[in-house]
């Protein structure tokens, strides 16, 4: 099994920033692409961004130029950075990680979510 741990969210104003983070752990042979997804009240769950094993990213165009994901491999963790976030932003952001186990089982795991509320 894998656990997904999120960590970072909370209450920021409009303009400022924050940083989520995604610790993966448990039997992992390898991790494909994380990212984070969100889902605001009332609405469905909507891709943020994603980033390959090979750095290669994707963005909704909401968040393009304000927010920023990366990883660390070495740590299993993926970073989701945001900047000048805007009261729109506010929702419940899940990690999501394509990994592959040392049996050579492949699915997808999600994290628990969590909050950020952008307010003043």
Known sequence: QVQLVESGGGL???????????????????IYTMGWYRQAP??????VALITNYNSTNYADSVTGRFTISRDNAKNTVYLQMNSPKPEDTAV??????????????????GQGTQVTVSS
């Open 12 to 30: 920021v104003q409009p303009g400022g920033s924050l940083r989520l983070s995604c610790a993966a752990s448990g039997s992992i042979f390898a």
């Open 93 to 110: 952001y899940y990690c999501y990680a394509d990994v592959r186990d040392p049996r050579m089982s492949r699915r997808d795991y999600w």
């Open 42 to 47: 009332g609405k469905q769950r909507e891709l």
